[in-house]
């Protein structure tokens, strides 16, 4: 399985402004996947990120909202835009290895203000 | 309608009792994961699960996928305040393109 630093682990940010979180990957992979993940709730899948391609966006969010790079096999990024209170969540990243499942990031926890 | 229920919601036990929590769905999977997430950080994987009727053990964690391969059950024996988190089902993750969670059971262990 892969090893999978994400940062900042946490952050206050003030509405209107714009967070870019990161992702780094020991290893390369194919599909890299992003959740978020609302206080005392499950996991919901936000986009995923292939590289060379656009990220698929799940219904509910938008690419002017959430902007994802992926430039390479390792790394990726997610933007949450012109936030406000309802962004306030814990984003993680992770990636999947089939069968061995899963792997994420620490996450994010990002409180809006 | 979710792809994945777990239940219950919420379970509140002390440290020393038994318990079981459900994954269930009305679609069929080829797999099945647990995870297990404490506060501040990522989910990690439990266990896999593949075959029906398969039962497989981590320590004090049965882990049992039904029959026909559409619920699943964890039965935690003599339950220590570490296993205090949020348990969460999926689908491997070779499912089609739904990578998805089931919302989860939160339990807490109290010493």
């Known amino acids: 399985s892969a090893v999978i630093s994400q940062k900042p682990s946490r952050d206050i940010c003030q509405r209107g402004t714009s967070l870019t979180i990161q992702c780094q990957v020991d290893?390369?992979?194919?599909?890299m996947f992003w959740y978020r993940q609302q206080p005392g709730q499950s996991l919901t899948l936000i986009a995923t990120?292939?590289?060379?391609?656009?990220?698929?966006?799940e219904s509910g969010f938008v690419i002017d909202k959430f902007p994802i790079s992926r430039p390479n096999l390792t790394f990726s990024t997610l933007t949450v835009s012109n936030m406000s209170p309802e962004d306030s969540s814990i984003y993680l990243c992770?990636?999947?290895?089939?069968?061995?499942?899963?792997?994420f990031g620490s996450g994010t926890r990002l409180t809006v203000v | 309608t979710q792809l994945l229920e777990q239940s219950p919601q919420f379970l509140s036990i002390q440290e020393g009792e038994n318990l079981t929590v459900y994954c269930n769905s009305s679609?069929?999977?080829?797999?099945l994961q647990w995870y297990r997430q404490e506060p501040g950080e990522g989910p990690v994987l439990l266990v896999t699960?593949?075959?029906?009727?398969e039962v497989k053990k981590l320590k004090r964690l049965t882990f049992q996928f039904g029959d026909a391969r559409k619920d699943s059950s964890l039965h935690i024996t003599a339950a220590q305040p570490g296993d205090t988190g949020l348990y969460l089902c999926?689908?491997?993750?070779?499912?089609?393109?739904?990578?998805?969670f089931g919302p989860g059971t939160r339990l807490s262990v109290l010493p």
């Open positions: 999926a689908p491997g993750a070779n499912y089609g393109q739904n990578f998805v």
């Open positions: 290893s390369q992979v194919t599909m």
């Open positions: 990120a292939n590289q060379g391609s656009e990220a698929t966006y």
């Open positions: 992770s990636v999947t290895w089939g069968y061995a499942g899963y792997t």
């Open positions: 679609s069929v999977f080829s797999s």
């Open positions: 699960v593949v075959t029906g009727g």
